[in-house]
DNA sequence: CCTTTTATAGTCGAGATGACTCTAAAAGGG
DNA sequence: CCCTTTTAGAGTCATCTCGACTATAAAAGG
């Protein structure tokens, strides 16, 4: 960025693009939005949107979220940066370069589709067709980085509401994974790493169990998980 | 990116910001620039420049390199995109979005001072004083990433050169983390991790070492460490 | 020749991990 | 009302890994 004067530079359009997961009846949805116009008109899409003068792209991700799924509160979930997609020609009208985040929901309130009047629907990600632009890369890009980040953060308490059940962290492990875990002991990794959950006073859950209630849990004050939460069956193939 | 006609948006400048790496003389050392004209007349900064209109970001930030540096191979390095900076402020003159990457040079070729007549050098990490704008923040950022990935990927063989001791694999780790490790446990880690390293053929380093001669290796066909390379010594404190 | 230095092999105990079994506590169906 | 089903959670056990450590080999330097 040495010495530029004010006319060295082409101008882009800044925008960004969000992939918002969240964990529907045991499956990994992702919001979409349906576009109106061309091109790409019919498609589905990652919601998204410009950046304005005068915000950054973390607050613009804030803002859109929270106009695509109608949430008051948005201050609180996680939402982090994934990186930013600058081919030139990924746009067909102009050039755009957009930043991607990914935003973890714990539930799943219907979108009421947002500020610019298109449709907005959950989707599972598994048939979450071919998305307009690249965001079909970016999509699979946010899937591998959530998936990579079990491992070391305890991200996946943003999947869960504020009180959960042991169970209910495994699923959110064995449904990006998309493996199956054993139980005792995942509850044993879980509770032995401190800082990932603490159990709720004096409380179990009760009239919705088939089977023995289970106790709740809260997410706990650490964000990094040390030693990591390993996922296994990666046996035998590097990369 | 819902409906947007042309005159929507604000025109942002965007450029690329490198963390160029390397490690000499045991110590970690970056690349920078000192700039000539205000803002930060005289600071030393990371190179970049700006993304041209029919360029990637990507694209835009390899040639920044081969500029930058003088190197006329930068096709082969390792270069990775860290994040984007978009707070409305930190270019005083205007708005810029900025892309910043982290490249990781094995040995480390004096600049020379690169297109844009500003003079470029290696200073070491510890030492790289108050950067221009928010280079402190991307060069923390930059390290922070090189750290955690030297434990889940084989990116410590980008440090070296093309054959290397596993001595000098050992100190990439060690001066990037800022520890001492366990020799004879790092040797049995490193080769018991597959694809990681393989001996060459026949050969032994003799002249330069003040010890018994080092095995050369080069650097293996894997990408991703499985099981990691755990940094150790956090213990006690999450986070 | 002896000390220093670095590479490499090997040992050993503590702790983590994967596979597995067993019991507890609920719902549901006859 | 009992019995099956289902899920939670405790516990066991052999294996593997990891950190700490010792020992030996092969060079350079005095």
Known sequence: ????????????????????????????HVLLVERGQEPYAGHW?????????DESAETAARRELAEETGLSDV???HLEQLRTYSEPGRDPRMRVVSVAFTALLPD????????????????????AGPLAFDHDRILADAHDRIGAQLENSCLATAFCPPEFTLGELQQVYETVWGIALDRPNFRRKVLASPGFVEPVPGAARLTGGRGKPAALYR????TALQPPLLRPSRE???E
């Open 1 to 28: 960025m040495q010495g530029y004067d004010k006319y060295a530079f082409e101008p882009f359009a800044v925008t960004v693009d969000l992939a918002v997961l969240t964990i529907r009846a045991g499956a990994l």
């Open 45 to 53: 899409a990652l919601p998204g949107g410009f950046v304005l003068p």
């Open 75 to 77: 201050s609180g979930l």
């Open 108 to 127: 799943a309130p219907e979108p009421r589709g947002g500020g610019d009047a298109a449709e907005a629907r959950w989707l599972p990600y598994d048939s």
């Open 219 to 222: 997410a706990g004050t650490a």
């Open 236 to 238: 035998g193939r590097p």
